[in-house]
Structures are given as C-alpha cells and as structure tokens.
C-alpha cells in the first residue's frame, strides 16, 4: 500500500507539471520603439587606403613567391637566415589585409 502511495503522488506531481512545462508566454502586441535605452551608434566604415591596400597585396605576394625556394635549401640543411623575419611579415601583411576585407 504504501509503494503504491508513492507511485500515484509521483504520477499526481507529474501530471501537475505538464502543464507547466508546455505553456507558452504570449509577447506583447506592440513593442515600444522609443525606449529610454540609448541605440547603438551605427558601425562607421573606416577609409581603406586602396593603394597601400594594392601595395600590401603585392608585397605579400612577393613575399610568398621566396618561400618554396628558401624550402627546398631547409630539406638540404640550408636555412635562409631571414626566412623566419619573411613569414612574419607574410603573417603579419595577411592580417592586416583580412581586417581591412571585413570592411566590405
């Protein structure tokens, strides 16, 4: 008897909270645009220089164009001494220009 107690107090609970769990909340029918939060000031587009950007591009590309030959001397024991400051300045140049891109 009292298992069975149990049982119909868990099934009495559960059938309470159903309900509950399925209700939804109804949104208001108008929303009030002039709210007293101050709006976001709109995103500016910053000025892209689109000669340096072209300078940059082509330096970067320059720069790529030393590296496969500069990798073929590390497989024969060779390492350029300013390999290491030209894939900075590749990494660095590449940055930059994906930050200016996401200006588009």
Not at 32 to 41: A, F, K, T
Not at 59 to 87: C, H, Y
């Amino acid at each position: 008897m009292r298992r069975f107690s149990w049982w119909a107090l868990l099934l009495l609970m559960a059938a309470l909270l159903a309900p509950a769990q399925t209700s939804h909340r109804r949104l208001p029918d108008t929303i009030n645009v002039d709210s007293d939060r101050p709006q976001p000031p709109a995103a500016k587009q910053p000025p892209v220089d689109m000669v340096q950007f072209q300078k940059d591009a082509d330096e970067l590309a320059r720069l790529a164009q030393t590296v496969p030959p500069d990798i073929e001397k590390v497989k024969q024991g060779l390492i350029s001494k300013d390999l290491n400051e030209r894939l900075k300045k590749i990494e660095k140049l590449s940055k930059k220009l994906r930050g200016q891109l996401a200006w588009f």
